[in-house]
């Protein structure tokens, strides 16, 4: 297994463009995470969804959204770009099956670079 | 609100000496603490979880409540231990497992 996979690796748009970034999670993981890393800070949480339906949402304005696909691989898609929106994009995923939340290990993938120009 | 707080951005230490990273949290409630690691190049990886009261890779760390503390120590550093270390904090009032709160990091420079 792979690991959890991200696409693109970079990307570089300009503001008020749109972008969708892609995950797909260890096979058999049913949770997936967004996390937003900017430049010498942690990573900041997005969203989760767990099951195709969300499970919790970060502080993040509208212009951030998210879904998950029956193969549960999941995409973030971000509006109105602005140069803010500079960071690496990590996405997460976790079995969600271990029916007890401090068992649940995230594996992160290793992230999609955003450049907003 | 939650809130993790790593007060040191670097912390550059010789090969065989202890090093402790800090790590202090505000959370209302009972919180769940972690340690993720970043090797150069690698991705993000958990490295412990308080609720195992384990070790891994000679690393410990001790949830002291009452200092809202959660520092990771080692008491033999080696040259392998280099790396960018996050604490992070579960919210365990919401669903959300995946949700966790990280603080801004502490590069470990562990020198010869």
């Known amino acids: 297994d792979a690991g959890v996979t991200q696409s693109p690796t970079h990307l570089i748009k300009t503001r008020g463009q749109h972008v969708t970034l892609r995950c797909s999670p260890i096979s058999g993981h049913k949770s997936v995470s967004w996390y937003q890393q900017v430049l010498g800070q942690g990573p900041q949480f997005i969203f989760q969804?767990?099951?195709?339906?969300?499970?919790g949402r970060g502080n993040f304005p509208d212009r951030f959204s998210a879904r998950q696909f029956p193969n549960y691989s999941s995409e973030l898609n971000v509006n109105a770009l602005l140069l803010g929106d500079s960071a690496l994009y990590l996405c997460a995923s976790s079995s969600g099956t271990s029916g007890r939340a401090s068992q649940e290990t995230q594996y992160f993938g290793p992230g999609t670079r955003l450049l907003v120009l | 609100a939650q809130r993790v707080t790593q007060p040191e951005k670097l912390l550059s230490v010789f090969k065989g000496a202890p090093v402790e990273l800090k790590c202090n949290y505000s959370?209302?409630?009972?919180?769940?603490l972690f340690w993720y690691v970043q090797y150069s190049r690698q991705r993000l990886q958990l490295l412990l979880r308080h609720i195992s009261r384990e070790s891994i890779k000679g690393f410990t760390a001790d949830l002291n409540k009452g200092e809202t503390s959660f520092h990771l120590k080692k008491p033999f550093a080696q040259e392998e231990d280099s790396a960018m270390y996050y604490c992070?904090?579960?919210?365990?009032?919401?669903?959300?497992?995946?949700?966790?709160?990280f603080g801004a990091g502490t590069q470990v420079v562990v020198t010869p």
């Open positions: 969804y767990y099951e195709k339906e969300e499970r």
């Open positions: 992070a904090l579960k919210d365990t009032a919401t669903d959300s497992w995946g949700k966790l709160q």
């Open positions: 959370y209302s409630g009972s919180p769940e």
